[in-house]
């Protein structure tokens, strides 16, 4: 248990140095036969009758990948730099960055490399008491670029999805300046909820709310949008002055509305608004002409 202990602090502290690259020199270039591309290691510690444990600090220049294979007793890789390959035979690829831990299992099949746009490294933490690792065919040139240019494309489509998300939020304040409550309708998730600054409340309330003209959201001065997409899900952030009419009043208000999107059937639904209250003055122009 003592050996244990010793041994996962050490892979901690190894760790956490290794969020500076520096710490680390990139050794040799490796001259073995069991990767593509330019490879340098640097052992840092040979196992021994105390700890059977190998720890070898890998660096990939961009594009460098290692061949498949498989660690009888499974490793761990502490990733120091850069963004990477991860894959498991018959599972889709990981991309893979400075600071994930990533458990290789015993006796899988499996690569990892360096992305073509990226250096790439990590420490390798392999125990060795079932044997070396089994080396085992190449990946070749036509998968790594294939997953090179599926990458590219859901770039592509993130993007895309962004500036839907963007227009969508843009009409849905149209929507509620015109109390258009049939298109606001169908943009709701049944389960919606809405925070105001007077109090929150679910998707019915807030369509009576703005068709009764409780609230009327009249004009909406958007000054910056921020979206982060986590796969079916989007939250937007909007920067804005909103003219609002409240139990006939008119006022302005500087907010940071925090919307959030979640993809169904194919379709975007809003699933939450939030108004927070920006402590910056207005810089819409409320003058009247």
């Known amino acids: ?69 498989i660690h009888p007793a499974g490793q761990y890789l502490l990733i120091t730099e850069g963004t990477g390959y991860y894959q498991e035979k018959g599972k889709p690829v990981q991309i893979v960055h400075k ?17 073509q746009e990226s250096d790439f490294g990590y420490i390798g933490a392999t125990p060795t008491q079932k044997g070396k690792t089994i080396w085992l065919k ?17 770039s592509v489509n993130d993007k895309n ?4 998300i963007i227009s969508l939020s843009k ?5 509620m300046a015109e109390k258009n409550i049939d298109s ?23 369509l009576n709310t703005i068709k009764s003209g409780g609230i009327w959201y009249k004009k909406a ?32 208000n500087p907010f940071m509305v925090t919307e959030v999107y979640v993809k169904e059937k194919g379709k975007w639904k809003m699933g939450s608004l939030t108004f927070s209250r920006l402590l910056r003055p207005v810089k819409m122009n409320t003058n009247k002409q």
């Open 1 to 69: 248990m003592k050996r244990l202990l010793y041994t996962i602090a050490l892979l901690v502290t190894l760790s956490a140095q290794a969020q500076d690259n520096t710490v680390f020199p990139k050794g040799e270039i490796s001259t073995t036969d069991n990767h593509t591309g330019i490879v340098w290691l640097k052992e840092l510690n040979t196992p021994d009758t105390i700890f059977n444990l190998s720890l070898a600090h890998a660096s990939f220049a961009p594009g460098a990948k290692l061949d498949w294979h």
């Open 99 to 115: 600071g994930d831990v990533i458990k290789c299992l015993p006796g899988v099949e499996h690569w990892h490399g360096a992305t």
């Open 138 to 154: 190449r990946v070749t040139d036509e998968e790594y670029k294939a997953l090179q240019q599926k990458q590219d494309a859901a």
């Open 161 to 164: 999805e962004e500036q839907e």
């Open 171 to 175: 009409r849905k304040w149209d929507w």
């Open 184 to 206: 606001l309708g169908n943009l709701f998730a049944d389960k919606s909820m809405f925070v105001h600054m007077g109090g929150s409340w679910g998707r019915q309330q807030e």
């Open 221 to 252: 001065a958007i000054y910056s949008v921020v979206v982060n997409m986590f796969g079916n899900t989007a939250i937007l952030l909007n920067d804005i002055d909103l003219e609002a009419v409240v139990g006939g009043n008119t006022v302005t």
